[in-house]
């Protein structure tokens, strides 16, 4: 059986070389314990810039081929393999940073997951099936990434890109990864702003949702920018997964509001803010009525949600946007829905069941790791979804913009009941 390692890549003796001393497998690099020495040392020392400087003396390979040079241009042969880093100072917000680990192992095309030379990141090895479209599968992972709310180190998209040496005694080897197909062929974007008057929202008269998100940013002050950033991305989340706002117009949109502002120190954490705002504002679909402009949350069996999963094979193709409907099996979805009105309908009752989920979840055991409620949710933070939601449904007691909360707090409840 080969081993799907046994490929060569490019060695150097350090990174201020432009020219290989040698080949070496993955399998051989991988392996070998010979700089491991120094790597301690390295992970040892005080600051970052101070270990950035000191992994400068490491040898290098080019994971993703061999190369003549050390430039793109310049590649000889592909290794099949993208290197993907993960850094925990681009990854903060992440309360399971630590075992994001056990989370990459979940994904079959992942083929070596181990910790940084830093010893305060990760780095992944992927296999791809189309080497000619390195860049490409890099967009798709990129993107993938980040619709769960984590941020790859965008130089990776350089094939010529050079890996330090770093070991792990518990990294993950998946000698059976299969290549990713997918890849993500962007669109040339036109420089544009966002247009309030567009035609899509001049039927909502006197309620637009993205104009009400850019007033909140155009009106928060020093110190409270941060936050309301957070909050209007959040808002126009749940209208993306109401299938009321297109996802990149809702990005464009938000990112143009920020442009314009000023003492925005750093635009790059507030698009990674936007980001994550309208990642978990899709967590909460919201739809407008047509008919008195009154804020309306979807239950869970009606709601669609929008995927950007690329299905394409070729580069004709760009990077697609499709509504999925969540099927589900409809004698439980009417069943559902009885029992969410009942709720409604008693609203003496709905203390009781507050009562309850809040002793279950008080004496029961939350992980701290993502957990995948269904196909299209997935709690990243499982300890402050339930006190958000718990809050939530306190506050709108006894009204029908309470049930999906509470369907979601009964769907948790059951999985962790599954649990062993």
């Known amino acids: 059986m080969n081993n799907i390692f046994d490929v060569s890549v490019s060695l150097f003796e350090n990174c201020f070389c432009n020219n290989p001393a040698d080949q070496i497998t993955l399998a051989e690099w991988l392996t070998t314990s010979e700089f491991k020495t120094q790597v ?16 400068k003396i490491l040898p290098c390979i080019t994971p993703s081929g061999v190369f003549s040079q050390r430039k793109a241009s310049s590649l000889v042969r592909h290794s099949g393999f993208i290197a993907v880093d993960i850094d925990f100072a681009e990854n903060k917000h992440l309360s399971n940073f630590d075992n994001l680990k056990e989370e990459f192992k ?23 099936a189309h080497p000619d479209k390195h860049k490409q599968h890099f967009n798709y992972l990129h993107k993938s990434f980040e619709c769960y709310g984590i941020f ?134 919201i739809s407008l009525s047509r008919n008195n402009q ?17 299905h394409v094979e070729n580069e004709d193709n760009v990077w697609k946007k499709e509504e999925v409907p969540i099927e589900k099996n409809s004698e439980a979805a009417i069943h559902e ?30 992980p701290n790791s993502p957990i995948r409620l269904e196909s299209h949710l997935i709690i990243l933070t499982p300890k402050q979804f339930i006190d958000n939601h718990l809050a939530l449904i306190e506050q709108y007691r006894g009204l029908e913009i309470c049930l999906p909360y509470l369907d979601r707090l009964h769907k948790l409840k059951e999985y962790l009941d599954n649990l062993d």
């Not at 181990?114 to 090895?125: N, P, Q, R, T």
């Not at 990149?248 to 442009?259: G, H, K, Q, S, Y």
Request: aromatic share 10%; glycine share 6%.
């Open 106 to 128: 979940k994904l079959p095309e992942v083929a070596y997951c181990g910790i940084s030379v830093s010893g305060k990141g990760y780095w992944m090895l992927i296999r791809i």
């Open 337 to 366: 829905e009885e029992h969410s009105i009942s709720i409604l309908n008693k609203g003496v009752n709905q203390g009781q069941i507050i009562r309850s989920l809040k002793s279950f979840f008080k004496s029961c055991l939350i």
């Open 40 to 55: 301690d040392k390295i992970r040892n020392v005080e600051g970052d810039q101070k270990r950035k400087e000191a992994k």
């Open 152 to 285: 790859i180190d965008k130089a990776c998209s350089d094939v010529s890109r050079l890996r330090y040496y770093s070991y792990d005694t518990e990294a993950y080897w998946n000698l059976d990864a299969i290549p990713l197909r997918k890849y993500h062929v962007p669109q040339r974007r036109i420089s544009r702003k966002y247009n309030s008057r567009s035609e899509k929202y001049q039927n909502y008269e006197t309620y637009n949702p993205i104009s009400t998100a850019l007033k909140m940013i155009e009106e928060a002050q020093d110190g409270e920018k941060h936050s309301v950033l957070l909050n209007a991305s959040r808002l126009l989340g749940g209208y993306v997964a109401g299938g009321e706002v297109d996802y990149e117009e809702a990005e464009l949109a938000l990112r143009n509001a920020i442009d314009n502002k000023r003492n925005v120190r750093d635009h790059k954490n507030a698009y990674k803010t936007i980001a994550k705002g309208l990642q978990y504002g899709q967590l909460t679909p």
């Open 294 to 310: 009154a804020l309306q949350h979807n239950y869970p069996d009606r709601r669609r949600i929008k995927t950007y999963i690329s």
